[in-house]
């Protein structure tokens, strides 16, 4: 078979390392080619330069041309729920009564293999409509809920992470397991799914209120057993939440304890959210060397609180950006970095756009453990890339128009931008949807 050779010609912007990090030279953090070609040979990143420079290397490239566009890595979602696309914007609820009113309810019907498949077919083209080409995903506590979303992923060729809910206690018999049967079903679907393509397997116990001591054993298990799965999970979301923990586990010192004496941390480990944890959870959290997803959205439509980056900074650990997806309004990173903005505004903070895009591409691959496959435009990488819009509204092209330099135009568009603003997505050099 011959290799197929393609240059993708326009303005590109990726990250090389953290520019917002303490101590960090900013300037090596990210490279900009105002004039760059990306060329991509089978699906993988062949070089990523100056156009003319690079362009001269690979005479044989079929080029493409992006006019108007900022070519970026793909977006990759720290947290999101699959089985609550039905419920997104739920009106008048918090965490936990949310939980019950609409979350449970809907995630139910994923029982139904025909419902499920559908809706893994419209929430993956929603991702990929919103830029998002990698995400880590929780389905529901049926099996066949995320095996209909693998089968659909594996399909499209994308690269994801997902597992099945734990969930044995303080919950509707429809959307309950066990102990024993949450081990026998996750342990099925990773046999099946895990490293097929480009998936992943992730153990996926809800939270510690909805899991017994039991369960939450046999999840730490699973992860011994099965080096390189992921373990995500939610962690310190909301008060009454934190509160309920503290009842349900009286011999664990914090909430990230009860995670943390079920062997649930470590490298491959995704909280979400990390609002209300107490010096000692920051610094075991970081010791421990586990992961936050941030997801500003969510935690200001849940009415959650304000994540604290700073704290996250100053302890060193990883932060990817989550859309969560019901409980988040959005599937669009665009609008999770617009709110993430405010809550660091909100904390006497600015977050600055190559920091924010970061977050969104290179750092979430971190928070993932991804970065040696996907996250920037490095030679080896697989070339999952979107095109944003310069000119996607009427309104951005009139205040595009108005700035002088590239951080100007990014956070404009950032603060700015929604689907609206994705031209166009590739996942290993394919263009969806085209
Ligand atoms: N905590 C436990 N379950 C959930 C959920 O589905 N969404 C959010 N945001 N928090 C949770
Ligand atoms: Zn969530």
Known sequence: ??????????????????????????????????????????????????????????????????????????????????????????????????????????????AEPAHAAAAAEVFLDELLRNGTTTALVFGSVHPQSVDALFAAAHARNLRLLAGKTMMDRNAPDAVRDTAESSYQDSAKLLAKWHRKGRLGYAVTPRFAPTSSERQLQLAGRLLAENPGVHLQTHIAENARECAWVAELFPHCRDYLDVYDRHGLLGRRAVLAHGIHLNAREWARLAEA?????????????????????????????????????????SFSLLRVINEAYKVEQLQGRNLPPLRALYLATLGGARALDLQDVIGNFAPGKEADFIALNYRATPLITRRLAGCRDLEEKLFA??????????????????????
């Open 289 to 329: 060397d586990a992961n936050l997803a941030f997801c500003p959205t969510s935690n200001l439509f849940m009415g959650s609180g304000l994540f604290d980056l700073r704290c996250a900074d100053e302890h060193h650990a990883r932060v990817g950006l989550g859309s969560d997806v019901g409980g988040g309004d």
């Open 1 to 110: 078979m011959t290799a197929t050779l393609a240059a993708h010609r326009g303005e590109i912007l990726h990250f090389l390392d953290d520019p917002g990090a303490p101590g960090r030279d900013a300037a090596d953090a990210w490279r900009y080619f105002p004039d760059g070609a990306l060329v991509v040979e089978d699906g993988i990143v062949a070089a990523c330069g100056d156009a003319a420079e690079t362009l001269a290397k690979f005479p044989a490239a079929r080029v493409a041309e992006h006019r108007d566009c900022l070519l970026v890595p793909g977006l990759i979602d720290a947290h999101i729920h699959f089985p609550q696309v039905d419920i997104i914007a739920a009106y008048g609820a918090q965490l936990l009564d949310w939980l019950q009113r609409h979350t449970y309810p809907a995630e139910a019907r994923f």
């Open 413 to 434: 568009l950032l603060m700015l931008g929604d689907d609206r603003a994705v031209d166009g997505v590739w996942v290993m050099g394919e263009r969806w949807g085209g």
